[in-house]
């Protein structure tokens, strides 16, 4: 079925006001082709825990293979000229903490590419850097006040991964 005209200005509009859903459908989205790929593999000791209160830096908490990560998510349709995402400063201090910021296609949905940023499983994820995010909305005079928990990490500094099964192994190893 084709989409009629204007269909793609619909889609991508609904991707702002309705970013909260968006987001739990990609993180679902996410969490079941990750689940599949695991399942794959022979991995089926695998736990998949959520942040009650967004304080820690992460979104979930996932195990596998004896290796947990917490993760933080990020996502951008495809064309989105997203240069930075915010990240907080809790989670340096996690063990193999991990940003994974997915990319989707605005109208299908599908998932991919995946940029990581992030070191090998048992290792401390890289410095996130001294660039301190500001708020995206200045006060009444314009003036965006600095957001000193949350460091801006430039899209370049992010490694593509093309496909789940490379983001698993970037995850929680080969099997």
Known sequence: M???PGASNRATSAHS?????REKTIEHLFIGELLRCLWRKGMRDVEVLRAEVDRGGYDLVIEA???VRHIQFKASHRT???ADINVHINLERKPSACVIWIQ???ESMELGPYLWFGAAAGEPIEA???LIARHSKGNRNGFKAARPNLRVIKKARFEVLNTVEELTRRLFGDR
């Open 2 to 4: 084709q989409a009629g």
């Open 80 to 82: 989105a000229k997203t």
């Open 17 to 21: 006001t309705e970013s909260s859903l």
């Open 65 to 67: 293979n004896g290796i």
């Open 104 to 106: 989707f296609d605005v």
């Open 128 to 130: 996130l850097g001294d």
